[in-house]
């Protein structure tokens, strides 16, 4: 699965922005999508995740209520919605898939930055 996200950039607090994750080379019906982040001198944390099949989602306590991830299966694209931005969700924002009936993720795109400022 390759995977090409994008819809970073330069926001104020308070503000949205949207990323997106464009995936190809396989049939995403037995995959997990999700994004996480990693900000600057922190470890890679999970931000939300949603099954292809059947949509279900999980998101970190720390965006839940914020961010809203979906799925447009007909553009095979993933979608991070993230509304009333705070400086900490500066980071850089990675989309990943893995097979639904494993953990680990196995396919990573190459990062978005989203830099909030106060």
Not at 8 to 18: E, N, T
Not at 61 to 88: C, P, W
Request: charged share 20%.
């Amino acid at each position: 699965v390759q995977l090409q996200a994008c819809g970073g950039g330069f926001v104020q607090a308070w503000r949205s922005l949207r990323l997106s994750c464009a995936a190809s080379g396989r049939t995403l019906s037995n995959y997990v999508m999700g994004w996480f982040r990693q900000a600057p001198g922190k470890e890679r944390d999970f931000v939300a995740s949603i099954r292809w099949s059947g949509g279900i989602t999980y998101y970190a306590d720390s965006v839940k209520g914020r961010f809203t991830i979906s799925r447009d299966k007909a553009k095979n694209t993933v979608y991070l919605q993230m509304n009333t931005l705070k400086v900490e969700d500066t980071a850089v924002y990675y989309c990943a898939a893995r097979s639904t009936y494993g953990t680990k993720w196995h396919y990573w795109g190459q990062g978005t930055e989203v830099t909030v400022s106060s």
